[in-house]
C-alpha cells in the first residue's frame, strides 16, 4: 500500500467519523439523495457510507438500514481478469423496495432487487433477488420463513408477555409519535417492570428433546 493509498483511506474514515457526527439516522438520506442514491420518505437509516456508487442504490419508503450494513455496487474481484482486460470493472444497481428491513452487519451484493415487506437477518450475504414478503438468513442468505408468519409471531408473544394494557397509552398515535414515547424513559422503565414481572420462558420444548424444523418454519 502505498502513501497516497494510506492517506486516502485516511481522510475516508474520518469523513465517515464526522457525517456520523452531522447527521441522524433520519437526515443521512439527505446526504446519500445529494450523492445521487435514490430514497423514499419515512427511513431509519443507521449507516454514514452507503456505496462507492451511491448513485446505483434505490431505497423505497420505510426501510430500516441497520448499523454495518454494507452494499457492494462493484465486483472487485474482477481485477483477476486485468492483466488480460487491464479495463474489465462490474457494476450492479441495488434496489430496496418499500417497508423492508435490513439487519447489522448484512451484506448486499450488486444486481439485487429486495422485494417490499422483506427482512434480511443479520449478517446475511444476499446473493440473489429476494422475493416480496420474505425473511432471508445466512450466507448465503435463503428463505426461512415470511414476513405474515413472523407477524403472527409477534403479535402472539405482545400478547402473551402482558404488553398489551400499553395499547390505550399508544392508540391514535403514528409510528414516528409511538417510537418517541416507547422509548421516553418513563415507558421504558414500565415496560422493563412489565417484562420482568412477566412470565419469559424459552421457546423450546420443556422435559422433551427438541425436534428439528424444516428451514421455511423456523420463524
Same mark, same amino acid.
Given at each position: 500500500?502505498?502513501? /497516497?493509498?494510506?492517506?486516502?483511506?485516511?481522510?475516508?474514515? /474520518?469523513?465517515?467519523?464526522?457525517?456520523?457526527?452531522?447527521?441522524?439516522?433520519?437526515?443521512?438520506?439527505?446526504?446519500?439523495?445529494?450523492?445521487?442514491?435514490?430514497?423514499?420518505?419515512? =427511513?431509519?437509516?443507521?449507516?454514514?457510507?452507503?456505496?462507492?456508487?451511491?448513485?446505483? *442504490? &434505490?431505497?423505497?419508503? =420505510? *426501510?430500516? $438500514?441497520?448499523?454495518?450494513?454494507?452494499?457492494?455496487?462493484?465486483?472487485?474481484?474482477?481485477?483477476?481478469?486485468?492483466?488480460?482486460?487491464?479495463?474489465?470493472?462490474?457494476?450492479?444497481?441495488?434496489? *430496496?423496495?418499500?417497508?423492508?428491513? $435490513?439487519?447489522?452487519?448484512?451484506?448486499?451484493?450488486?444486481?439485487?432487487?429486495?422485494?417490499?415487506?422483506?427482512?434480511?437477518?443479520?449478517?446475511?450475504?444476499?446473493?440473489?433477488?429476494?422475493?416480496?414478503?420474505?425473511?432471508?438468513?445466512?450466507?448465503?442468505?435463503?428463505?426461512?420463513?415470511?414476513?405474515?408468519?413472523?407477524?403472527?409471531? =409477534? %403479535?402472539?408473544? /405482545?400478547?402473551?408477555?402482558?404488553?398489551?394494557?400499553?395499547?390505550?397509552?399508544?392508540?391514535?398515535?403514528?409510528?414516528?409519535?409511538?417510537?418517541?414515547?416507547?422509548?421516553?424513559?418513563?415507558?421504558?422503565?414500565?415496560?422493563? &417492570?412489565? %417484562?420482568?414481572?412477566?412470565?419469559?420462558?424459552?421457546?423450546?420444548?420443556?422435559?422433551?428433546?427438541? &425436534?428439528?424444523?424444516?428451514?421455511?418454519?423456523?420463524?
Amino acid at each position: 500500500m502505498n502513501l /497516497w493509498t494510506s492517506a486516502g483511506r485516511f481522510r475516508e474514515r /474520518w469523513r465517515v467519523i464526522l457525517d456520523g457526527l452531522r447527521y441522524s439516522d433520519i437526515t443521512i438520506a439527505e446526504k446519500f439523495r445529494r450523492e445521487g442514491a435514490k430514497i423514499g420518505k419515512n =427511513c431509519f437509516i443507521q449507516i454514514r457510507k452507503l456505496a462507492s456508487e451511491p448513485y446505483l *442504490v &434505490e431505497i423505497g419508503d =420505510c *426501510v430500516s $438500514i441497520a448499523s454495518g450494513v454494507t452494499f457492494l455496487t462493484h465486483d472487485g474481484a474482477s481485477v483477476i481478469f486485468r492483466e488480460e482486460y487491464p479495463y474489465l470493472r462490474y457494476f450492479g444497481r441495488i434496489i *430496496v423496495e418499500d417497508n423492508c428491513f $435490513i439487519g447489522n452487519g448484512a451484506i448486499i451484493m450488486s444486481g439485487i432487487r429486495i422485494g417490499r415487506n422483506s427482512i434480511i437477518g443479520a449478517n446475511s450475504v444476499v446473493i440473489t433477488d429476494v422475493k416480496e414478503g420474505s425473511i432471508m438468513m445466512g450466507n448465503p442468505a435463503v428463505r426461512i420463513s415470511t414476513t405474515e408468519k413472523y407477524r403472527a409471531r =409477534c %403479535l402472539e408473544e /405482545w400478547s402473551r408477555q402482558g404488553l398489551e394494557k400499553f395499547e390505550t397509552q399508544l392508540a391514535g398515535k403514528d409510528k414516528v409519535e409511538t417510537q418517541r414515547i416507547m422509548m421516553s424513559p418513563e415507558f421504558r422503565e414500565a415496560l422493563k &417492570e412489565t %417484562l420482568l414481572a412477566g412470565d419469559l420462558p424459552p421457546r423450546a420444548r420443556e422435559n422433551k428433546r427438541a &425436534e428439528p424444523v424444516k428451514p421455511a418454519e423456523a420463524l
